[in-house]
């Protein structure tokens, strides 16, 4: 299987799934840290990634979401956006609706 169908299957996969730096509990970069407690505020499990120790997906996710930076949020197979998004959907209660449609996941690293 390529990198490319590994990152495919991982958002199929989950409904809410944010690829960060760390995890939720040990986030490694301050934007993958704010993107965690606004995803906790809305109080719905939600599947991650770490892409420090995924390189490959690290170096592909953006090619195949465009989008270049990261945390990215994908909820139902979509791209919502990074961070500053994130945060300015839950600001203007945007996001908590959407999180709330998506499926209920364990929270969960998704495996590659």
Known sequence: MSIEDTIKEQIEGNSILLYMKGNPEQ???GFSAQATQVLMACGKRFAYV???SNPEIRS???KVS???TFPQLFVEGELVG???IIT???EKGELQPLVDQAGGDEESSAKS
């Open 27 to 29: 986030p490694m970069c």
């Open 50 to 52: 770490d892409i420090l």
């Open 60 to 62: 592909t996710l953006p």
């Open 66 to 68: 465009n989008w270049p």
């Open 82 to 84: 990074g961070c500053d």
């Open 88 to 90: 300015e959907m839950y």
